[in-house]
């Protein structure tokens, strides 16, 4: 690996895209219940720059279960939506709503699903308020769930240049959390590792140096049973650390799915989390992390980001919360070079190298033509090529030739 290659995307476009790109707020629409129950909530945050902005939408889900949302939200400004995932999203002046997709409309208690839009704006972008789930304000009383045959509004619909695939409806057979893993290449709880350094399925690696970078088998917190990877990441190259599986990747298409719990924000800086090795590519990594703020993919051989860095592209990413569990899943094809990634089983659509080039996102990736991996080996740690550093905890990690799912 060379130091160096981080150099362009730590340069004046970082800077810019900092400039940029505001955080402009979060508006929580929920209320106290009568009763102990749990109260839905839907949250609205918005990344803009001048001229543009993507609102990130989540809803949790209360005590009750959802079979089927819409949210609902007026604008304030003269904001203009102009694309969206995640759900069908309608627009009539200020008026908005949003309904799920197939895969997408269930929700268990307390679970949360994320949808999100990308527009314009001229003179003023505030951040909507209230959003109203399935007509109610969260809290005041019940939601009660569209019915299928509930008519969508005779206004345009808007929707995403990716589609998000469908998601596996319950919990895999193959998954580390069930009875068995069944055909899955790697299947990984840690609840069987004793606890201190990785062993048996998982070797300590540490690419050309080695610094203050630690993993071990940690009790601390777990996603599920009592024990989970911990990763403790400093900044400086040399103080990356990750932990390699020892399962031999087959095939020619590869799906992971793993939980992630982090301690400290995405930095402005590039850093990887994980890494795969790539047989074709020179035996260079494919590397997932962060660049300013926001997930990525990197190529190690020629710096090319998924999405690109620019305003645009880092706000199609999406952040990856703090202090809670996460789900990651991808999809990696030696097929045909394309590559998906979702969050908390939500495609992010930045993340998206369908083939075809699309400024902002996967233009630069695609410079190289006939891009095919064909990945080796998986690893889980921390990489910094400037200044970051994190502690994360993976559990429930598994990897296999079909989407696993959370």
Known sequence: MRVTRSS????????????????????????????????CQVTYRVNEWPGGFVGYIDITAGSTALHGWTVTWAYGG???????????????GTAVSATNLAYNGDLNPGATV??????????????????????????????????ASASVSPSPSVSASTSPSVSPSGSPSGSPGSSGCGTLTLCEGFETQ?????????????????????????????????????????????NHVFVKSTATLTGSVWYARFYVRHTTALPAAHVTFVALKDSADGNRDLRMGGQNGALQWNRQSDDATLPEQSPAGVALSSVLPVNSWNCVEFKVSGSDGTMQTWLNGTEVAGLH????????????WLNRTGWRPSLTDFRLGWESYGTGSDTLWFDEVALGASRIGC
């Not at 476009?13 to 129950?37: D, F, H, K």
């Not at 939506?81 to 759900?87: H, K, M, P, Q, Y």
């Not at 190298?353 to 630069?364: A, F, K, M, R």
């Open 8 to 39: 362009r995307a730590l340069g004046a476009l970082a800077a810019a895209v900092l400039t940029a790109t505001v955080l402009a707020g979060t508006v929580v629409a929920t209320a106290p219940e009568a009763s102990a129950a749990t109260a």
């Open 78 to 92: 003269d904001q203009k939506i102009t694309s969206s995932w995640g759900a069908t999203v309608t627009q009539s």
């Open 114 to 147: 994320e949808f999100g839009v990308q527009g314009t704006w001229a003179t003023a972008d505030p951040t909507p308020t209230p959003l109203l789930l399935n007509g109610t304000l969260c809290g005041t009383e019940p939601s009660v769930s569209p019915s």
């Open 194 to 238: 004793s606890t201190g350094t990785p062993s048996g399925a998982w070797a300590l690696s540490y690419p050309d140096c080695q610094g203050t970078g630690t993993a071990t088998v940690d009790t601390t917190t777990a996603y599920r049973g009592g024990k989970s990877l911990k990763i403790s990441g400093t900044e400086g190259y040399c």
């Open 353 to 364: 190298e369908d083939g075809v080039p699309t400024h902002d996102i996967d233009q630069q």
